[in-house]
């Protein structure tokens, strides 16, 4: 199943794309929500390679999960992979300038099941993908907003 959403930010890229590959802000917002995650490695600098692994509570029951950077273009691109226990995600953001202040970014989020309950979960999304789409946008529109002030 892919998700696909965009958002124009007021913004240029660089700036854009600091704000998406802060991996210190990314982790506190994963532990505001009840995840541990841990850097495999102790990299300190965000990069293709680096790695995260930790558990979460996904649909009430705590689930393993790895992430990794698969590629990234500085200003352009960001390319993820993760494995939430038997789901797959792959995530890639664009990040397209518009002009010198304007910057589209754009989100496709592929998500594959390996496991019956995944696929379960999977199923649900796609029933209720009006729903999902809308809550991919207010959390890109919430982020957007966030990089807007600076």
């Known amino acids: 199943m892919k998700i696909k959403v965009s958002q124009d930010a007021e913004a240029p890229a660089d700036r854009v794309f600091a704000a998406i590959t802060d991996a210190d802000r990314i982790e506190a917002v994963l ?8 850097r495999v490695g102790g990299w300190t600098e965000l990069g293709p390679g680096v790695a995260w692994e930790g558990e979460g509570e996904v649909r009430g029951r705590r689930r393993e999960i790895a992430a990794r950077v698969v590629a990234m273009v500085p200003g352009r691109s960001l390319e993820l992979e993760a494995r939430i226990g038997g789901l797959r995600v792959a995530q890639e953001i ?7 202040r304007v910057t589209r970014i754009g989100s496709v989020t592929d998500l594959r099941p390996d496991s019956l309950g995944a696929r379960l979960f999977v199923q649900s999304l796609k029933l209720a993908r009006p729903r999902v ?6 959390r890109l529109a919430a982020e957007v907003a ?3 002030k600076g």
């Open 146 to 148: 966030r990089v807007e």
């Open 133 to 138: 789409l809308a809550r991919m946008q207010a």
């Open 31 to 38: 532990r505001g929500r009840g995840v541990r995650i841990d």
């Open 94 to 100: 664009l990040l397209v300038p518009l002009g010198h």
